[in-house]
């Protein structure tokens, strides 16, 4: 399998992961991954690309079967507002195609925001730099990457 930005990363920081591939279905989203890999959509993290009052870009990382609250986030990341990126903005940020965004090697540095309650997994399976594309990792490796860890679930 060739490389994405995402493995790239992943190797260069000497984080393991094992390789997932599955179908991709268009508007899918981690119900269908999880459901092609046989994992709990609970255990499959989604990376949302999403904006501040000010247009500037970060990242959030959620549970696939739970929603973000914008307002609790914003409240807990000390801005005004957030709301998602539109989608050619999220990839201009992130240099990845919507539906294949891992936040792993991106093309621009962002905050990232975490869900707390990830870390209480031991491993997680996230998207590794493509459509259809899953890595899993150690879920601690996500402090490898400087998150901001928040609880920002609504179910």
């Given amino acids: 399998?060739?490389?994405?930005?995402?493995?790239?990363?992943?190797?260069?920081?000497?984080?393991?992961?094992?390789?997932?591939?599955?179908?991709?279905?268009?508007?899918?989203?981690?119900?269908?991954?999880?459901?092609?890999?046989?994992?709990?959509?609970?255990?499959?993290?989604?990376?949302?690309?999403?904006?501040?009052?000010?247009?500037?870009?970060?990242?959030?990382?959620?549970?696939?079967?739970?929603?973000?609250?914008?307002?609790?986030?914003?409240?807990?990341a000390d801005r005004k507002r957030i709301e998602p990126c539109k989608p050619e903005v999220a990839q201009r940020h992130s240099g990845y195609q919507v539906g294949g965004t891992s936040p792993f090697g991106t093309k621009k540095s962002m905050p990232i925001c975490l869900e707390r309650s990830i870390l209480a997994l031991p491993k997680i399976y996230i998207n590794g730099g493509r459509r259809g594309f899953l890595v899993c990792i150690d879920s601690k490796d996500l402090l490898k990457l400087s998150p901001l860890l928040v609880d920002a679930a609504l179910d």
């Avoid at 994405?4 to 920081?13: I, N, R």
């Avoid at 179908?23 to 709990?40: D, I, K, N, Q």
């Fill in 1 to 76: 399998m060739a490389d994405t930005q995402a493995t790239v990363f992943l190797k260069a920081t000497k984080i393991a992961y094992t390789e997932h591939e599955y179908e991709y279905v268009e508007r899918g989203g981690t119900e269908v991954s999880a459901s092609a890999l046989g994992v709990p959509e609970h255990h499959v993290v989604k990376t949302l690309v999403m904006q501040d009052e000010n247009a500037k870009p970060l990242i959030v990382l959620m549970h696939g079967d739970k929603k973000v609250s914008t307002k609790n986030l914003a409240r807990q």
